[in-house]
């Protein structure tokens, strides 16, 4: 069994900044991708930004510049910090990892996080 935790959504002003983190604990043998996915009201669920295990980043558009993400691969941890937020960054924040859970075969499954509200106010 494999969980995600999330931390660190709440309200913030525009302009401001808050840090989000996601915990993956379970029977794990290692930790792929890890990311973030946000969900607004009336919309679909978009990435916000992917980092693999090397390192190796993926951005959306709309959050370049803004947004920075980074994991810690000891503790299986991925953290997006949130700089210069909007009122457009409000929304429901996900995390997703994709874990390898045998060695021999590989056997790998994606987790989601429960999801951790942000809220930007004009």
């Known amino acids: 069994q494999v969980q995600l935790v999330e931390s660190g959504g709440g309200l913030a002003q525009a302009g401001g900044s808050l840090r989000l983190s996601c915990v993956a604990s379970g029977s794990i043998i290692s930790v792929n991708d890890m990311g973030w996915y946000r969900q607004a009201p009336g919309k679909q669920r978009e990435l916000v930004a992917d980092i693999h295990r090397d390192g190796g980043t993926n951005y959306a558009d709309s959050v370049k510049g803004r947004f920075t993400i980074s994991r810690d691969n000891a503790k299986n941890t991925v953290y997006l910090q949130m700089n210069t937020l909007t009122p457009e960054d409000t929304a429901v924040y996900y995390c997703?990892?994709?874990?390898?859970?045998?060695?021999?075969?590989?056997?790998?499954?994606?987790?989601w996080g429960q999801g951790t509200q942000v809220t930007v106010s004009s």
């Open positions: 997703h990892a994709d874990v390898q859970l045998t060695r021999l075969p590989v056997l790998t499954r994606n987790y």
